[in-house]
């Protein structure tokens, strides 16, 4: 056991390491066309036993040692239900009045061919150990690998529209609906296998109803009861430092209610950022908590979640074989279906191949939602890395596919918009 001084000096030295590692990974992310976050993804699983501890265990055991783990478990969490309160923030309710025969069509195919993919292939991964819970049922089982599949990487899906100036476009409105509508969809299944999963049917109603009227006295009562709040900030344009720490004690507040229900703290801060005004709020909000939040605390989520993650496993051929299954199964059950249901519905192929490769990436939501599942014994190490390596590539195609199918075509859009939208992606591009 470490005294206190030795645990300080040793958390503050594993904090340094992330900080770098993550700085430089998503550097080397953005030189080769890539989001920052898959760099900082893939720092996180270099610093875990996959290569930092395969090449120099005792070192990487002198900076990550288990006695800091539940230190580093805290920040990873305090940061990502931070992160879900931000996505709540730019959750655009409004996107789904625009394109809402095509944005319900594609996260239709979005989530039933996932399940379906999943129920089939539930039927022969329960017979194999080490990779579900030994005494999760079928439906579970099926549940769980559906929402995993189906999950969207929002958050970046979000920001590559944004930054490409094609959020009043058709291909915009449709994604970020579609996207939206599927990760809803994914959180509630997930929400129903945790709250059912070894707890019996009174935890699982405890949660489902306990969810729902929470979030409908979020959605209904307390959106109104923070406008005045929202407008004496608008008014002054400046949160004062009182303010922001009732703001964070309302977070608090919400985050545990989620667990307390037996649902998970992420759905807490999802809720209010989508409940709180929209306004100067918002802004001021996300100038106050982005900054921390994406360059401190995230890369500690993604290190706790590399740690966890032993891709040293897929040396075994039978777990290459579930892996790679996994991997085909994902892109076809999300990406071609995605597809598909945008030509169906009135989309040009140079379109629906964009949301197609949008809507494929999983990226961090992949990420939570399997640490979720690890944390409450649904799946074993031998899936979570599985999975995790399902998300670095599901993630890794995105960007690039986008630009493949659309990249031309994105430029002329922007530009047919207006003289100010062209010059936003002209400096997007710069």
């Known amino acids: 056991m470490m005294n206190s001084l030795e645990f300080v000096g040793t958390f ?12 430089l990974f998503g550097y080397l992310a953005r030189f080769i066309g890539q989001p920052k976050v898959v760099g900082e993804m893939i720092a996180g699983v270099v610093l875990g036993p996959s290569l930092f501890g395969l090449f120099w265990p005792d070192i990487q055991q002198q900076i990550f040692p288990a ?12 940061g990502v239900g ?80 944004y930054e490409r100036g094609l959020s009043g476009t058709s291909l915009g409105a ?34 489902v109803v306990g ?9 209904t009562k307390v959106t109104g ?32 209610s989620m667990e307390w229900v037996g649902l998970h703290a992420v759905f807490g801060g999802f809720i209010l950022g989508i409940a709180m005004p929209r306004g ?21 989520f993604f290190t706790y979640s590399g740690l966890k993650t032993q891709l040293t496993i897929l040396a075994d051929w039978e777990v290459m074989s579930v892996a790679l299954v996994i991997l085909a199964a994902s892109v076809f059950a999300k990406g071609i279906a995605c597809w598909a249901a945008a030509r169906l519905t009135g989309s040009d192929n140079r379109t629906a191949m964009a949301v197609g490769a949008l809507m494929n ?13 690890l944390k409450f014994g649904v799946i074993e190490p031998a899936l979570f890395s599985i999975m995790v390596l399902m998300a670095i590539v599901t993630t890794l195609m995105a960007t690039p596919l986008f630009e493949l199918v659309y990249g031309r075509h994105m430029k002329k859009q922007v530009l047919d918009k207006s003289p100010v939208s062209a010059q936003v992606a002209s400096e997007n591009q710069s």
Not at 177 to 193: F, K, L, P, Y
Not at 211 to 219: H, I, N, R, S
């Open 12 to 23: 503050l030295l594993q904090l340094a390491v992330i900080l770098v590692a993550a700085q």
């Open 67 to 78: 006695d800091t783990m539940p230190v580093l478990y805290f920040g990873a969490q305090v």
């Open 82 to 161: 931070l992160y879900m309160f931000l996505v709540g923030l730019e959750f655009n309710t409004g996107l789904f009045k625009q394109q809402a025969r095509s944005a319900i069509a594609v996260s239709l195919a979005g989530m039933l061919v996932p399940f379906t993919v999943a129920a089939l292939l539930c039927i022969w991964l329960l017979d194999m150990p080490g990779l579900f819970a030994a005494d999760i049922s079928y439906g579970n089982a099926a549940l769980f690998l559906g929402a995993a599949i189906a999950i969207t990487a929002f958050p970046m899906l979000a920001r590559i529209i």
């Open 174 to 207: 449709l994604a970020l609906a579609a996207g939206a509508i599927d990760d809803a969809a994914a959180w509630t299944v997930m929400a129903v296998v945790l709250a059912s999963f070894g707890g019996g049917a009174l935890l699982a109603v405890k949660a």
């Open 211 to 219: 969810g729902v009227a929470y979030a409908t006295l979020m959605f």
């Open 225 to 256: 009861w923070l406008q005045p709040l929202a407008d004496r900030i608008e008014a002054k344009d400046e949160i004062s430092w009182g303010q922001f720490a009732f703001l964070l004690v309302l977070f608090a507040i919400s985050a545990y």
């Open 280 to 300: 100067a709020i918002v802004e001021l909000l996300r100038k106050r908590l982005e900054k921390i939040t994406i360059f401190v605390l995230l890369p500690m």
């Open 361 to 373: 990436a999983r990226g961090l939501m992949e990420l939570i939602i399997i640490n979720i599942a």
